[in-house]
């Protein structure tokens, strides 16, 4: 998972994680000289929110605003941080997910064999 191969808790647009990736699957896309450093981020406020957000996030809610006032190079996180390794790691797990999501799908069963009476059950389980 990316918080177990990201070096820092502060990730997101265009952040170690995505550069990491881009410098292992497309390094000619990435421009070292102008990455620069993270934008600020603060730690999320809400326990419901996790690692570090947009001060606007803070508290669980924000205005949406373009990401030009939010960082200088458009990154939420830092981008100076990427490793082409770490991207690797990251590509690795991102196609071991999908194989496994995908031969969970093609095992599951149909609606129509799981029964009427299992897809009740299943749906009063999910009624609030």
């Known amino acids: 998972m990316v918080v177990d191969i990201a070096k820092t808790d502060v990730y ?19 421009v070292a000289d102008q990455l620069g450093g ?21 508290g669980g809610a924000f205005m949406p605003r373009s990401l030009a006032e939010l960082s200088a190079n458009g990154a939420l996180g830092d981008p100076a941080l990427h490793d082409a390794a770490m991207g690797k790691r990251l590509a690795d797990v991102v196609r071991d ?32």
């Open 12 to 30: 997101g647009h265009a952040c170690e994680v995505e550069t990491s990736l881009a410098m292992h699957l497309a390094p000619d896309l990435v």
């Open 38 to 58: 993270p934008a600020p981020l603060v730690p999320a406020g809400d326990p419901a929110l996790r690692g570090y957000v947009i001060p606007e996030r803070s």
């Open 97 to 128: 997910r999908t194989v496994k999501f995908i031969e969970f799908l093609a095992t599951a069963p149909l609606a129509g064999e799981v029964g009427a009476a299992h897809a009740a059950q299943i749906t009063e389980d999910w009624t609030y």
